[in-house]
Every structure is written in C-alpha cells, then in structure tokens.
C-alpha cells in the first residue's frame, strides 16, 4: 500500500467514551465500523451481535432505544470506548485499519480509577491496544470473542458464554 493509496482511503474518529467515574471494567473495541459511523452509534450494525450479548447479561436489548442501552451500561459500571481515536479506513474491517491514533487512555484511566480490568472486544483490538498504547502499569485484561458479524467462525451462543464467564465477576457486584 503506498502513502499516496492511504491518504485516499477515509479518516474514521472514534466516539467519545461510554462510562462513569465508578466504572470497574472498559470493553474496547478497535473503532467505530461504516454504520456505526453513520448512525452515530456503538455497535450499529443490526449483525453485530453486541447489543444481542448485553441484552442477555444485563437487558440492554438491541431494540431498546440506544441511550437507554447507554443507561444500561454504565449503571453496570461498564465503560465502553475504542483503542483508536482516529484512522484511516476502506469499510469496516480491522484489518484495513492504517495510520491509527490512540485514544488517551492515559487520562481516561486517571479520570476512572475503578476500572480492574479490560476486555477487548476480539484479538485486533488487543493487538491494536497493545501497539498504540504505552501502559506503565498494566490493568488485567482479557481478549473476548470479537461481536462483529465478520467473525463468523463461532456460533452467537458460544460468543454470549465466553462474553457472560469473562463479565460473571463484575455482573454480581452491586
């Protein structure tokens, strides 16, 4: 790919973070695909199966209006956010991600002292993670199976088991 091909290719931004002061666990993803882009909205593409996952485990249904589901969320402590503030991306898939810009977790985490640990929501996250972000003191963290339609190698029910054992811990505390 050459410099020239990236600069064509669309700038995507991130959104800005889903959470509270007293939030104990951030799921990441990686960033924001086309619909949700469009939508203005977390996970907005109706086969992303996020929405169906957090309506099992804490009723944040995916036909709920979205702000509702937002409620839902942080009144569970659950921060949501994205690895990357910005890049440039052709669609929606994580492998075409370039020129990626990490979103200052740095402040995100002084602003939200009570977060123990970190899911990414799929492996390209994580790596993303990983690569973009210096972490001097690194929280626990875990790699849940990704909810994009686009990884179709696992079946809806086992993703929610994996997402529900990995959330268990934190869905008990009051």
């Known amino acids: 790919m050459t410099i020239s091909s990236i600069k064509q290719m669309p700038k995507c931004k991130s959104f800005k973070p889903v959470s509270s002061p007293n939030a104990c666990v951030l799921i990441l993803g990686s960033l924001p695909g086309a619909e949700s882009l469009r939508q203005k909205q977390y996970y907005a593409k109706p ?20 702000e509702e589901r937002l409620e839902r969320l942080v009144s569970r402590r659950i921060a949501l956010w994205d690895v990357c503030a910005a890049a440039n991306r052709e669609g929606s898939l994580d492998s075409n991600i370039q020129n990626a810009v990490a979103n200052d977790f740095g402040r995100f985490f002084r602003v939200h002292p009570r ?38 190698g696992m079946p809806f029910e086992e993703k929610l088991s994996r997402w529900q054992e990995g959330l268990a811990p934190f869905l008990a505390k009051p």
């Open 47 to 66: 086969q992303n199966a996020f929405w169906r996952i957090m309506g099992k485990l804490i009723g944040a249904l995916p036909e709920m209006p979205y």
């Open 115 to 152: 977060i123990e640990t970190i899911f990414f929501n799929g492996r390209p996250a994580e790596k993303l993670f990983l690569r973009l972000v210096p972490v001097e003191a690194p929280l626990p963290s875990a790699v849940l199976p990704s909810t994009s339609p686009a990884y179709a």
